[in-house]
Nanobody, 120 residues
Framework: QVQVAESGGGLVQAGGSLRLSCTASGLTFSTRAMAWFRQRPGKEREFVAAISRYGLTDYSDSAKGRFTISRDNTKNTSYLQMNSLKPEDAGVYYC??????????????WGQGTQVTVSS
């Protein structure tokens, strides 16, 4: 049974930083792309960042230059370092492990989400 679990959300002031972590089990982590999505209040879930099994990264326009996705295959863990946070970054952040097709497309294994709140 595949399990995906996020941690590291919380409250931060605008301009601050947070690092989210995601651990996946029940799959061969090193062979799966990993990604982060978010759902902001009143909006649909949207892609934020992805990292391939080879370490290639992909970012949404809003994440480029501020967020960094990484992975540690020895720990079955993916990270999302978020810097220069803005109030509009607030929302629930979901970790995804590739299931079928490109991880950016959304047919993934999902975590329960972690709340990020950014105060202005």
């Amino acid at each position: 049974q595949v399990q995906v679990a996020e941690s590291g959300g919380g409250l931060v002031q605008a301009g601050g930083s947070l690092r989210l972590s995601c651990t996946a089990s029940g799959l061969t982590f090193s062979t799966r792309a990993m990604a982060w999505f978010r759902q902001r209040p009143g909006k649909e879930r949207e892609f934020v960042a992805a990292i391939s099994r080879y370490g290639l990264t992909d970012y949404s326009d809003s994440a480029k230059g501020r967020f960094t996705i990484s992975r540690d295959n020895t720990k079955n863990t993916s990270y999302l370092q978020m810097n220069s946070l803005k109030p509009e970054d607030a929302g629930v952040y979901y970790c995804a492990a590739e299931r079928i097709g490109p991880v950016q497309r959304g047919n993934n294994y999902w975590g329960q989400g972690t709340q990020v709140t950014v105060s202005s």
